[in-house]
T-cell receptor, first 117, second 117 residues
Framework: GAVVSQHPSWVICKSGTSVKIECRSLDFQATTMFWYRQFPKQSLMLMATSNEGSKATYEQGVEKDKFLINHASLTLSTLTVTSAHPEDSSFYIC?????????????FGQGTRLTVV | AQKITQTQPGMFVQEKEAVTLDCTYDTSDQSYGLFWYKQPSSGEMIFLIYQGSYDEQNATEGRYSLNFQKARKSANLVISASQLGDSAMYFCAMREGRYSSASKIIFGSGTRLSIRP
């Protein structure tokens, strides 16, 4: 199957700093990528849909100024957690599907475990 | 609004036995897709099986099969001959609306499956 690579796999940062997470589609072009957040022992909650060359679409309740998404190319989307606080500590995971019209599964990155201290 | 319900937070099964993980969904769309993903403790999301709303036959992938009952809006996952490596979190998911690479996928709350030797 298609490969989605996410980096870093884990990061610890100080409160107030910003953290950037990268999501790359290695062997296909992804016009759309999705960012999810997962708290321990909970489900994946969709945060936003990342669209190449345009603004991301955020789900209700997600602060777009807090979670900056940039999808500058067909193979790279980034999520920046700005001015991180301990409550932002979570598991963040991206996904993409091989397009343009597909009913195939979404391929996921390995996830990034963010700890804000 | 679309919704996925998994009513079994946790299950214990003896090795080599078959296990059924329940999933019900709610949608007003005629066209949709249903997925099952496995998430081991490492956090990665592993695609298991897909069922389209117009597929007449139940999907099967090796030891995995999906018991799709459209009228009841259920999409249960059946794992035959369970193995110790099957111990993980299992998520039922649904793609909203007509298929495209931009269609969002929403997840149920998950079932933690533990296989006893």
């Amino acid at each position: 199957g298609a490969v989605v690579s996410q980096h870093p796999s884990w990061v610890i940062c100080k409160s107030g700093t910003s953290v950037k997470i990268e999501c790359r589609s290695l062997d296909f072009q992804a016009t759309t990528m999705f960012w999810y957040r997962q708290f321990p022992k909970q489900s994946l909650m969709l945060m936003a849909t990342s669209n190449e060359g345009s603004k991301a679409t955020y789900e209700q309740g997600v602060e777009k100024d807090k979670f900056l998404i940039n999808h500058a190319s067909l193979t790279l989307s980034t999520l920046t957690v700005t001015s991180a606080h301990p409550e932002d500590s979570s598991f963040y995971i991206c996904s993409a599907r091989v397009g343009p019209n597909t009913n195939t599964e979404a391929f996921f990155g390995q996830g990034t475990r963010l700890t804000v201290v | 609004a679309q919704k996925i319900t998994q009513t079994q937070p946790g299950m214990f099964v003896q090795e080599k036995e078959a296990v059924t993980l329940d999933c019900t969904y709610d949608t007003s769309d005629q066209s949709y897709g249903l997925f099952w993903y496995k998430q081991p403790s490492s956090g990665e999301m592993i695609f298991l099986i897909y069922q389209g709303s117009y597929d007449e036959q139940n999907a099967t992938e090796g030891r995995y099969s999906l018991n799709f009952q459209k009228a009841r809006k259920s999409a249960n996952l059946v794992i035959s001959a369970s193995q110790l490596g099957d111990s993980a979190m299992y998520f039922c998911a649904m793609r909203e609306g007509r298929y495209s690479s931009a269609s969002k996928i929403i997840f149920g709350s998950g079932t933690r499956l533990s296989i006893r030797p």
